[in-house]
């Protein structure tokens, strides 16, 4: 909080200190209970995703919809961050035309028929 007659120094050690305070206790939430068993992990894994099948169930049309837009959206992000870290730059347009590149690659990757959606007879 800034008070009147503060220095700025003081006011950004009351900002890390307060920085540091809400570390320490997002350190101390107790992290969910991970079985080691691989078999316990698998049935953990289905319980995770009965779960999310139930909520989905249980959710409207309209619901699901903007579920769906926000995980594309978000997506797209991810795919922006990356290709503007790959490319090393900060500009957004150089990122936007990058992911388009790779999005049309992968197109014309699909048209070729190069993508197969079962495995081969023999495996």
Same mark, same amino acid.
């Given at each position: 909080? +800034? ?8 006011? @950004? ?6 920085? $540091?305070? $809400?570390? +320490? ?8 209970? +991970? ?8 049935? @953990? ?8 099948? +139930?909520? $989905?169930? #249980? ?8 579920? $769906? ?23 957004? #347009? ?23 959606? #079962? ?5």
């Amino acid at each position: 909080m +800034i008070e009147p007659g503060m220095k700025p120094d003081s006011i @950004f050690i009351d900002n890390v200190r307060s920085n $540091a305070y $809400a570390i +320490i206790q997002l350190m101390t939430i107790q992290k969910p209970n +991970i079985p080691p068993n691989p078999i316990d992990l698998n049935n @953990f894994q289905d319980e995770i995703y009965r779960d999310k099948i +139930i909520r $989905a169930r #249980e959710m409207s049309e309209h619901q699901r919809l903007a579920v $769906a837009i926000e995980l594309t959206k978000s997506v797209f992000g991810r795919m922006h961050e990356g290709a503007m870290w790959q490319l090393e730059t900060n500009d957004p #347009e150089t990122g936007w035309t990058e992911v388009c590149r790779r999005l049309q690659q992968l197109r014309r990757v699909r048209d070729q028929g190069r993508y197969v959606n #079962e495995r081969p007879e023999n495996q």
